[in-house]
């Protein structure tokens, strides 16, 4: 049973457009939410992060946006450049715990 | 500072073979933890070492042993290897706190 649902699993965009991830979560114990980032080769690195007393966290063309009542929180990326092209993964921490857990994932593909 | 780093990079190995996937940090972090990566999975958490001296399972622990060698040193054996290990692994560590995991650079890992 997945406890984080992550969409769409892949997505095409042009430069300059927007791209939107979608993730869901069922338990209310979750207090910390991250995204991560992963190129091909490559381990996952963190992107941003998001507590759920915040609604909105920006940073640079990245946005985190959270809806505590919804269970949901979402990845825009704004102006999408080819570099952005990789994989994301949104995540779930318990509060009281260091564990992790994954969406997973959406492959995201930026054409020039 | 190397960060995470995993040896080896690449391995096959027949069924029923055993083998040891490294893992070391340099950040000295306390967690440390090992995720499996399958296609549409995300990353599975497999097990997971709060500090040094103690392990715990993770949501996918069957087939596989850990030791928590030192601080810097997390190891991730399979005792007999089955096709259904077929996967990317990754090990991962984080400070006591636990906001970030960071990611070494992956095995590849086919059991044929």
């Known amino acids: 049973q997945q406890q984080v649902k992550q969409s769409p699993q892949s997505l095409i965009v042009q430069k300059g457009g927007i791209s939107i991830i979608n993730c869901a979560y069922e338990?209310?114990?979750?207090?910390?939410f991250p995204w991560y980032q992963q190129f091909p080769g490559k381990g996952p690195a963190l992107l941003i992060a998001?507590?759920?007393?915040?609604s909105e966290k920006k940073e640079g063309r990245f946005t985190i946006s959270f809806n505590k009542s919804a269970k949901q929180f979402s990845l825009h990326i704004m102006d999408s450049q080819p570099g952005d092209s990789a994989t994301y993964f949104c995540?779930?921490?318990?509060?009281?715990?260091?564990?992790?857990?994954f969406g997973g994932g959406t492959r995201v593909l930026v054409k020039p | 500072n190397a960060g995470v780093t995993q040896t080896p990079k690449f391995q096959v190995l027949k069924t029923g073979q055993s083998m040891t996937l490294q893992c070391a940090q340099d950040?000295?972090?306390?967690?440390m933890y090992w995720y499996r990566q399958d296609p549409g999975m995300g990353l599975r958490l497999i097990y997971y070492?709060?500090?040094?001296?103690?392990?715990d399972k993770g949501e996918v622990p069957n087939g596989y042993n850990v030791s928590r060698l030192n601080k810097r040193e997390f190891s991730l054996r399979l005792e007999s290897a089955a096709p259904s290990q077929t996967s990317v692994y990754f090990c991962a560590s984080s400070d006591r706190g636990g906001n970030e995991q960071f990611f070494g650079p992956g095995t590849r890992l086919t059991v044929l």
């Open positions: 995540a779930a921490r318990r509060a009281a715990g260091n564990k992790l857990t």
């Open positions: 070492s709060a500090s040094e001296g103690t392990t």
């Open positions: 338990n209310t114990a979750f207090d910390y």
């Open positions: 950040m000295n972090h306390n967690s």
């Open positions: 998001i507590r759920p007393d915040v």
